[in-house]
Nanobody, 120 residues
Framework: QVQLVESGGGLVQPGGSLRLSCTASGSIFGIDAMGWYRQVPGKQRELVAFITRSGSTNYADSVKGRFTISADFDKNMEYLQMNILKPEDTAVYYC??????????????WGQGTQVTVSS
């Protein structure tokens, strides 16, 4: 069974940067989009960003201009560069892979999550 594994989370001060990475343990077929979600305890998981195989990107309003998603679909890898981090970015971040349909992203595979904490 293919697994997605995140890395790069940790503790960072407000205004700092982190780069999350996600790697698949094997080959993934039928995937045309990859993305990142995040979740804070007691709240619903929210979409942070996704990227399609054609290169189109979509970001949550709260991260636009600060986060950048990229992916290598041939290698089944994706990244999330997070700059100007804020305390409200603190969450568990999940990478995923799935399909886009009419500008909506449908994740099919999920990673286990990596904690990002923004605090002074």
């Amino acid at each position: 069974q293919v697994q997605l594994v995140e890395s790069g989370g940790g503790l960072v001060q407000p205004g700092g940067s982190l780069r999350l990475s996600c790697t698949a343990s094997g080959s993934i077929f039928g995937i045309d989009a990859m993305g990142w979600y995040r979740q804070v305890p007691g709240k619903q998981r929210e979409l942070v960003a996704f990227i399609t195989r054609s290169g189109s990107t979509n970001y949550a309003d709260s991260v636009k201009g600060r986060f950048t998603i990229s992916a290598d679909f041939d290698k089944n890898m994706e990244y999330l560069q997070m700059n100007i981090l804020k305390p409200e970015d603190t969450a568990v971040y999940y990478c995923n892979a799935g399909q886009p349909r009419a500008s909506v992203y449908y994740p099919l595979l999920w990673g286990q999550g990596t904690q990002v904490t923004v605090s002074s």
